[in-house]
């Protein structure tokens, strides 16, 4: 419901918009100086309409996008008015655009996942993005004081971000510079072709630089749409064809009309973008429809196959987990407190012992099924989490387990899972197998190669463990394939004294991985 109420949102806030410019229109008043400013919003507003239908797995960063855009569509129609209530609020948007969009960047960067001083770095740049609001209601001196102060913390706090974990931001510019390079260019001609177009008008490029920020990643936010889908709610009823046919011919329809009726190019603008709500809208009440099974429409698209696909593995791992939380270790825990009124001592600890391990084995299985990697943890944290996990499923061992990984690592998926799946796998193998009292996980990631280290301190060899049998031990098998499909590599070594070491070898790519940056 969240996203359906935000896409709500976003067609409440261009109903509002047209409503502003028919208002300026039915008064006489002209809505800007020129059908530039116009032109661009109504571009905004109609990239909000395609982006938020397409992003079906509602992700933050991607709705961010659509509220900048938004933001900016307002702050272009308000820049040339004189009125004193219109002139407060477009002075009140710098502060709140340049705040938006410095956390618009860092999400965009961290992929949406936690890392290490964004709290801090959140608040202060909140703190700083209030003062300056509260400056404009003292004075034109002090706004542009705060707002000064506000411009130079939040760039100090964006550059020690990206000094702090260079490499992380490094790998995300790495896999998105074609983008980042195309968006650049594309910049530099619309701004050479404003430029030009406004060249008469006076302060035409005053405060031209609050948009940069954004339309930097315009390309790599589209990019990352339609690598998940690259279609809308709509396509389930029209193909591209019919949809582009439909309304080129509804917008040379609404030309016709102004045209023929004498109407101004504030009109034909307003009457473009009255379509595109109605067709934002149509879409809302469509993946509504689809989301929730009720559509009687036979006909399969991308669009309605991978919104099925995306509700049946939400629906599997839903229902797993239910059922073995709900209807089977619930039960197991009635029965075990009802044991313990059994008369004969030895067989409550018995069955006491039995559900004790069939308690743990469930929930151990629910979190292979469906790992829980936090994005409000880094990527350490969330590992720390899984290591206390299987030690604490191993009471009657008693391993230290030292764990070295930077505060700083970043895996994009899948790899943050693979390495989540893999780092539980060769530990719990250590507490079921090793005769030590020690164990070492080091996890590094440096150059887009990421390296996992386990070892322990038993009485096992290399060459022992590779000489088991498979058939009853299938975890070093089974992670050697996996690993292998993934381009990596998996040694085993001895660990001077005694014991064994496994490291494992894999190249994160960027250009790859970048794709499940939409899940």
């Known amino acids: 419901m969240k996203n359906t109420a935000l896409k709500l949102v976003f067609w409440l806030n261009y109903s509002l918009i047209i409503f502003y410019m028919s208002w300026h229109a ?3 008043q002209t809505v800007i100086e020129n059908t530039i400013p116009l032109f661009i919003s109504s571009l905004m507003l109609i990239d909000i309409t395609f982006i938020s239908s397409c992003n079906i797995r509602e992700n933050k960063v991607v709705s961010l996008f659509c509220g900048l855009l938004a933001l900016d569509s307002w702050y272009l129609l308000l820049s040339c008015e004189e009125n004193r209530i219109e002139s407060f609020i477009f002075t009140a948007l710098s502060p709140i655009i340049w705040y938006v969009s410095i956390r618009f960047i860092l999400m965009f ?31 034109g001196r002090m706004f542009a004081f705060l707002y ?63 948009y940069l920020p954004m339309l930097l990643f315009f390309v790599s936010v589209h990019g990352i749409v339609l690598k998940g889908h690259n279609t809308y709610p709509l396509s389930t009823v029209f193909n591209k064809k019919q949809s582009a046919f439909m309304i080129c011919l509804s917008i040379i329809s609404l030309g016709l009309i102004i045209l023929f009726t004498g109407s101004s190019y504030e009109g034909f603008f307003i009457a473009v973008n009255e379509l595109f709500a109605f067709i934002y809208i149509c879409n809302i009440v469509l993946w509504l429809s689809l989301k929730q099974g009720k559509s009687r429409i036979i006909k399969e698209s991308k669009y309605h196959s991978a919104l099925r696909q995306l509700q049946q593995e939400e629906r599997l791992k839903t229902d797993f987990a239910n059922f073995l939380h709900d209807d089977v270790l619930q039960d197991l825990l009635s029965i075990k407190n009802m044991m313990a009124k059994a008369h004969r001592s030895d067989v409550q600890d018995i069955i006491i012992e039995t559900l004790d391990n069939l308690n743990t084995h469930i929930r151990k299985q629910m979190q292979d099924y469906h790992p829980v990697i936090l994005k ?28 070295d990984c930077s505060d700083a690592l970043f895996l ?19 507490f079921k197998h090793s005769e030590g009292n020690r164990a070492w996980v080091m996890l590094t990631q440096e150059n887009s190669i990421i390296e996992l280290c386990v070892s322990d301190d038993g009485n096992a060899s290399p060459d022992s463990l590779l000489a088991m049998d498979q058939s009853k031990h299938k975890g070093i098998a089974s992670i050697t ?30 250009d790859v991985s970048y794709q499940y940056f939409i899940n």
């Open 109 to 139: 960067l961290f992929q949406g996942s936690g890392y290490k001083f964004r709290k801090t770095t959140n608040v202060v740049m909140f703190l700083s993005c209030i003062s300056s609001l509260a400056g404009i209601n003292i004075s």
């Open 376 to 403: 409000n943890l880094t990527a350490r944290e969330n590992y720390q989490n899984v290591i206390e996990a299987v030690s604490q499923s191993f009471p009657q061992r008693n391993i230290v387990v030292s764990f």
């Open 148 to 210: 000064g102060i506000q411009f130079l913390i939040s760039w100090l706090c964006f550059i020690f971000i990206l000094i702090y974990h260079q490499k992380r931001i490094a790998f995300v510019i790495k896999s998105e510079w074609k983008s980042i390079l195309f968006s650049i260019i594309i910049i530099t001609a619309a701004f050479l072709v404003y430029y030009f177009a406004t060249i008469n008008i006076q302060n035409h490029i005053s405060n031209f630089g609050i």
């Open 481 to 510: 394939e996996q690993v292998h499909n993934m381009d990596g590599c998996v040694a085993v070594s001895d660990n001077p004294p005694h014991g064994i070491c496994i490291q494992i070898t894999l190249p994160m790519k960027g």
């Open 412 to 430: 994009v998926e899948p790899y943050n899972v693979l390495i989540y799946r893999l780092l539980k796998e060769l530990l719990t193998n250590v």
């Open 26 to 28: 039915t008064l006489g």
